[in-house]
């Protein structure tokens, strides 16, 4: 048996996470009627302030990596700086 329901949604499309794609929020019934664009503002304020933290082990993996590649940078800088002066030294 199919009953029918009507029930008001606010959806947010690309939430500003890493996470999520999209929010959907279903308005209590009986409650005063919103506008569209307060149900909105309402909606995305409510999603910002539930927005998961990035995860410690993530946040630490980020900056392995970005210690890493410095360090491979600087390595290379000093390599072609001590080729230059083999190459200016054999000269």
Excluded: W
Excluded at 5 to 28: C, D, H, N, Q
């Amino acid at each position: 048996m199919l009953k029918g329901v009507t029930k008001k949604i606010v959806e947010i499309k690309s939430p500003a996470s890493g996470y999520f794609e999209r929010a959907v929020l279903y308005l209590r019934p009986g409650e005063p009627p919103l506008k569209s664009r307060e149900a909105k503002r309402l909606a995305e304020e409510y999603v910002a302030g539930i927005e998961p933290k990035e995860p410690p082990e993530r946040r630490n993996m980020r900056l392995a990596v970005a210690v890493l590649s410095m360090s491979l940078a600087a390595a290379l800088a000093a390599l072609l700086i001590l080729a230059t002066l083999y190459m200016l030294h054999c000269n």
